[in-house]
């Protein structure tokens, strides 16, 4: 039976007006669609309540049986189907290269410590007896060991360029002359021997010198300037007596070694003479001093049978990177006595 919806009378159920008031029902089939929606919305009847675990560890049994029961299961047909992201071959070339740049980097940085490290070295070297101590330290060693080598005094008391055609000439003559040669190193050890004889003799056969440096002032630039005017004039000496770029000149000069040394040189060897004269006088002509000090030393020699000392003041320049004593200044700076006129007369004779 159906209820009218607005009288109430009763009504069969397949009626579509009532019978009582005229108002048009419903469609039976949208009064059943109408009941079952209000059927889903009635309230579920609530679960049983969980009875409380009785101990700590039954609460956590219980949670982890919850916690897998809940949990996703994944089978082996998904783990299969899962996406994976391709490998991207540009990133991993950049991060070889950034790892390859890294090292070029550690590299570099390792080469500037070494570098650094090196100059390090150099400038406590020069703290330590290089620098403008270098050739007294020479000299001292030189006359100590009572060395008779010519070129390691040149070293201490001359420009490289002087020492240098000192050792072209030497060369040219001993390959055209040996026994000149000979003759030549006979007589130098022989004034060597002189010297440190004459010295044994005066100060005993154990007699040793040493160099004391008391004072060493840089020189400035003007003082600097007045040393080398000394060699821009020896420069003009030369260059307005002799024409040493005129190939006659050595010519003469090989004429002249023949008839009074015997000494015959081949053209080739006339030319390697020219050659070391010339590059001589371009390096003397552009003379330039780098570095100056004025030095004043103390020079003691000390034997059993007694002992000397003077204190003289000279220069010591550094021209092309070389360190040496300046002779000019050195030579007239050694006075009278045993030590200083027994080394002002070999240096003398070197020079």
Known sequence: MRKCPKCGAELPDEALFCNECGEKLPSPVAEEKKDETADDKTAPEPAAKTPEPSTATEAATETKATTEADAPSTTASEMNNSYTAPIDNSVLAKAQAESKNSNIGIIAVAAVGLIALILVIVLLSSLLGGGYKSPLNALERNFNKQNANVEDYLSCIAPGFAVDLYKNVYSIIKSADKDAIADFDDAIA???????????????????????????????????????????????????NIDYEDEDLYEDLADALDDYADISLKDSQVRKLQNAVESFMDKLENFKIQDAYEVKARFVIEGKDGSDKSTITFYVIKVNGDWFIEPNSFLSAIGEGSLTSNMYGLLWYLY
């Open 190 to 240: 022989e004034e060597f021997e002189d010297f440190f004889d004459d010295l044994a003799d005066e100060y005993g056969d154990d007699f040793k010198m040493d160099i004391e440096i008391r004072d060493a002032e840089r020189l400035d630039d003007r003082d600097i300037k007045d040393i080398a005017e000394i060699y821009e004039d020896l420069f003009d000496l030369i260059d307005d």
